[in-house]
T-cell receptor, first 113, second 109 residues
Framework: SQTIHQWPATLVQPVGSPLSLECTVEGTSNPNLYWYRQAAGRGLQLLFYSVGIGQISSEVPQNLSASRPQDRQFILSSKKLLLSDSGFYLC????????????FGPGTRLTVT | DAKTTQPTSMDCAEGRAANLPCNHSTISGNEYVYWYRQIHSQGPQYIIHGLKNNETNEMASLIITEDRKSSTLILPHATLRDTAVYYCIVKDSGYALNFGKGTSLLVTP
């Protein structure tokens, strides 16, 4: 069966520090991969999605970037965190282009201080 | 993607059926209805989806009206672990899932 992993689970970082969040999926190949952010008390916002290795699409401008170095690995990064980057970061995978179910990981709760 | 309207909150007694409504009056012919839920501090969980026919799986049933302008998610025997925010999403293409505000379901003992 397929599983999705995210780490770390929680993170406290000072403003201006770098960020790297990792997401890996097991048990599937060539999935679509997604990064979402959920700010406190708000809905989920799609940040990036990827349909293949090295293919990244950004939904909103921000100081974050994403990379997909391997088929089942998706990384979210920032060179300098802002206070507004605080939130709950969720990675999700989708089986294929003909289905729209997305399966979410446990999330990373980021607090920028 | 069509807009959806859901009640802000609902209560349900443990062991009873929870019926969560969703209006999607502008749905187009090729758009599916998806339901997800998010338990506090966890990632959203896919529940079920449908196009025209009613659907059932191990988690829930989805009833879609004949004109497809509304649907109801049914949790047949709600438990305390079903307390969550439930999202109804209408979608045909593209990548983003627009979760909206959903319905906060509280299952009480």
């Amino acid at each position: 069966s397929q599983t999705i992993h995210q780490w770390p689970a929680t993170l406290v970082q000072p403003v201006g520090s770098p960020l790297s969040l990792e997401c890996t999926v097991e048990g599937t190949s060539n999935p679509n991969l997604y990064w979402y952010r959920q700010a406190a008390g708000r809905g989920l916002q799609l940040l990036f999605y990827s349909v293949g290795i090295g293919q990244i699409s950004s939904e909103v401008p921000q100081n974050l970037s994403a990379s997909r170095p391997q088929d089942r690995q998706f990384i979210l990064s920032s060179k300098k965190l802002l206070l507004s980057d605080s939130g709950f970061y969720l990675c999700a995978w989708q089986p294929g282009r003909s289905s729209y179910e997305q399966y979410f990981g446990p999330g990373t709760r980021l607090t920028v201080t | 993607d069509a807009k959806t309207t859901q009640p802000t909150s609902m209560d349900c007694a443990e062991g009873r059926a929870a019926n969560l409504p969703c209006n999607h009056s502008t749905i187009s012919g090729n758009e599916y209805v998806y339901w997800y839920r998010q338990i506090h501090s966890q990632g959203p969980q896919y529940i079920i989806h449908g196009l025209k026919n009613n659907e059932t799986n191990e988690m829930a049933s989805l009833i879609i009206t004949e004109d497809r302008k509304s649907s109801t998610l049914i949790l047949p025997h709600a438990t305390l672990r079903d307390t969550a925010v439930y999202y109804c999403i209408v979608k045909d293409s593209g990548y983003a899932l627009n979760f909206g505000k959903g319905t906060s379901l509280l299952v009480t003992p």
